[in-house]
């Protein structure tokens, strides 16, 4: 069955500090793809990253960087001297190759970065 | 490029009453998705459609059904309304046929049920 976990359901940061949101996810599947997304308060979801299933290389963009580990089954999103724009909910989110007609969502993590 | 648009932004429905949300997808996107949005339950699949086929459909009452049109553009109408429909519903539209590809999204329609 599909299931990606957010365990972190609010984070308080003051800014410049570094935080890190946690995702654990399962899957059946030995192909898939896994993703963030950032939604601001004006409610869009706006598009972070993807990862599929045979790439494990961690990925680092400016102040954001994924860690990315199959073993433990976990796609961590790490943002690094946090500013107060970086305030908004995020969502780690699983499709399978097989059942490329849907995403699975995490229920959120919703992240305050404090001035 | 415009992205992808729903309308309306915000509606107020009475119990019992239907209500239709429309979301235009990106301008050559042919697959189109809808999910729910409440605090409790997170981001629920509702449904996907490609080229006017719905594909597949989440765990929802039949009162939840939706259609799109050869223009690529989606409704999604909820019958007999209830309290507990309300929430945000976001659309995203892809290029391609499958959802394993970066999905844009729409700002939402928050329908609000009393």
């Known amino acids: 069955a599909q299931k990606v976990t957010q365990a972190q359901t609010e984070i308080s940061v003051v800014e410049k500090e570094d935080v890190t949101l946690d995702c654990v996810y399962e899957?059946?599947?030995?192909?898939?793809?896994l993703f963030w997304y950032k939604q601001p308060p004006s409610g869009e979801l706006v598009f972070l990253i993807r990862?599929?299933?045979?790439?494990?290389q961690n990925e680092i963009s400016g102040r954001y960087s994924w860690n990315f580990q199959k073993s433990t089954s976990s796609f961590n999103f790490t943002i690094t001297a946090s500013q107060v724009v970086d305030s908004a909910v995020y969502f780690c989110?699983?499709?399978?190759?097989?059942?490329?007609?849907?995403?699975?969502f995490g229920k959120g993590t919703r992240l305050h970065i404090l001035p | 490029k415009a992205g992808v648009t729903q309308t309306p932004r915000y509606l107020i429905k009475t119990r019992g009453q239907q209500v239709t949300l429309s979301c235009s997808p990106i301008?050559?996107?042919?697959?189109v998705s809808w999910y729910q949005q409440t605090p409790g339950q997170g981001l629920q699949f509702l449904f996907e459609?490609?080229?006017?086929?719905?594909?597949n459909k989440g765990n929802f009452p039949g009162r939840f059904s939706g259609r799109q049109f050869s223009n690529s553009r989606s409704e999604m109408n909820v019958s007999t309304l209830e309290l507990g429909d309300s929430a945000l519903y976001l659309c995203?539209?892809?290029?391609?046929?499958?959802?394993?590809?970066?999905?844009?999204f729409g700002q939402g329609t928050r329908l609000t049920v009393v």
């Open positions: 995203a539209s892809t290029r391609g046929r499958d959802m394993n590809t970066e999905a844009f």
């Open positions: 899957t059946r599947d030995t192909t898939y793809y």
């Open positions: 990862r599929n299933s045979f790439d494990e």
């Open positions: 989110a699983l499709s399978e190759e097989r059942r490329d007609d849907k995403i699975i």
């Open positions: 301008s050559g996107h042919r697959s």
């Open positions: 459609y490609f080229s006017e086929t719905q594909r």
